[in-house]
Nanobody, 122 residues
Framework: QVHLVESGGGLVQAGGSLRLSCAASGRIFSIDPMGWYRQAPGKQRELVATITSAGSINYADPVKGRFTISRDNAKKTVYLQMNSLKPEDTAAYYC????????????????WGQGTQVTVSS
């Protein structure tokens, strides 16, 4: 009943920019936190950035200063602005969100999007 749909991936040259979006839909009472993870071929999925509904942000060290996470609470959407992209940023990027479906739920359930591919050429 809850869906996360990502968009905005693609192929870009090193030094370029991309903006990812992830919209949540379905039976949603609250979303906290929202975030982005990525997984390169042969590697484990890793944190990119997270943001709470109050605006508290956490970035992984490799993306600090280059990526910016933001969210629109009214639209239930999280964004990832990626600048100065490097070939090592190439990965499938996944949206993640902690969602409560009603006020009676005490613990959030974490959902994943289907992923969007980002490829950075050198």
């Amino acid at each position: 009943q809850v869906h996360l749909v990502e968009s905005g991936g693609g192929l870009v040259q090193a030094g370029g920019s991309l903006r990812l979006s992830c919209a949540a839909s379905g039976r949603i009472f609250s979303i906290d936190p929202m975030g982005w993870y990525r997984q390169a071929p042969g590697k484990q999925r890793e944190l990119v950035a997270t943001i709470t509904s109050a605006g508290s942000i956490n970035y992984a060290d490799p993306v600090k200063g280059r990526f910016t996470i933001s969210r629109d609470n009214a639209k239930k959407t999280v964004y990832l602005q990626m600048n100065s992209l490097k070939p090592e940023d190439t990965a499938a990027y996944y949206c993640n969100a902690g969602i409560k479906t009603s006020s009676l739920v005490r613990v959030s359930t974490f959902y994943w999007g289907q992923g969007t591919q980002v490829t950075v050429s050198s």
